[in-house]
């Protein structure tokens, strides 16, 4: 799956909320400061990580590739 952004980045709570990943951003903070988000494939505990156009993240089994 990817995902398209306008801006220079977007951070990885937003990014799982557009990918349809999370309903609503208090899940997207549970899952993440869970440890069950990778980054680039590792895994990061900060919402607020700042993901750029080739990035990439996973949860549950789902690759999501920002452009």
Same mark, same amino acid.
Do not use: C, H, P, Q
């Given at each position: 799956m990817?995902?398209?952004?306008?801006?220079e980045?977007? *951070?990885?709570g937003q990014a799982m909320k557009l990918a349809g990943l999370v309903? !609503? @951003?208090i899940e997207? *903070? =549970?899952v993440i400061q869970d440890g069950q988000v990778k980054v680039n @494939?590792? =895994?990061?505990?900060?919402? &607020? *990580? *700042?993901?750029? !156009?080739?990035d990439n993240?996973?949860?549950? &089994?789902?690759? =999501?590739t920002v452009k």
């Open positions: 990817e995902i398209e952004i306008r801006d980045y977007i *951070k990885l309903s !609503s @951003g997207a *903070k =549970v @494939g590792e =895994v990061d505990t900060r919402r &607020g *990580k *700042k993901l750029y !156009s080739g993240f996973e949860y549950n &089994g789902e690759l =999501v």
